[in-house]
């Protein structure tokens, strides 16, 4: 057998596999899934599946890093969050694809996976670093990190609700207004008449 011929069944495999995995981390807990259920799913059998990862955790961590690496590229090389609008280019993304959103809603979730979620907050808390540099040059190091924590957990919670489709009608740029105010002005900032939030 030739050596793309090889490369091309073992891609396919690997891709079949982590297809499979996406389809059962949207309909069960993360917990609950066993190398046999993935085999299952993908129509493989266990031997296949062991020349490729030594477990199932091995494989999540793979669609986790290529989720946030995914995140990466949308937000740019270097990531500064000062405005909230480089998050637009992944809303969009996540839009167009209904999978996406549910595997990221899922990962994310009280369900999801606490390695994930601990990685997705240390990215963030990067680019928050950044672009916040300026808005408080006076902060230090403990006072910056108080912040982000008030902010970053209530923004990744609406972000989360959004992806999950909980908040119809709402377009991206919209999502990204109501944050940019949320964080300059609390509760303050909201409209009296919803309707009227562009």
């Avoid at 490369?7 to 069960?28: C, G, H, S, W």
């Avoid at 994930?116 to 990190?145: C, M």
């Avoid at 957990?153 to 944050?179: T, Y």
Wanted: charged share 20%; net charge negative.
């Amino acid at each position: 057998m030739s050596e793309s011929l090889t490369n091309r069944r073992v891609q396919f495999t690997l891709r079949t596999l982590r297809e499979a995995m996406i389809d059962l981390i949207v309909q069960k807990p993360l917990s609950s899934i066993t190398v046999t259920d993935l085999c299952a799913k993908a129509d493989i059998n266990r031997s296949t599946f062991y020349l490729h990862y030594r477990s199932v955790h091995e494989l999540l961590e793979e669609i986790e890093d290529s989720i946030l690496s995914f995140l990466e590229e949308q937000l740019g090389p270097v990531p500064s969050l000062q405005t909230l609008s480089e998050l637009i280019p992944f809303l969009h993304a996540m839009q167009q694809s209904p999978r996406k959103r549910k595997l990221f809603y899922t990962l994310c979730s009280e369900q999801g996976d606490a390695r994930f979620i601990r990685r997705l907050h240390e990215l963030t808390y990067t680019a928050f670093q950044r672009g916040w540099e300026s808005r408080v040059p006076n902060a230090d190091e403990n006072q910056k990190r108080l912040i982000f924590s008030y902010i970053v957990p209530g923004v990744v919670s609406v972000l989360s609700a959004w992806v999950q489709n909980d908040l119809p009608g709402l377009r991206a740029e919209q999502l990204v207004s109501l944050l940019n105010g949320l964080i300059e002005h609390g509760i303050a900032s909201l409209p009296a008449d919803p309707a009227s939030h562009s």
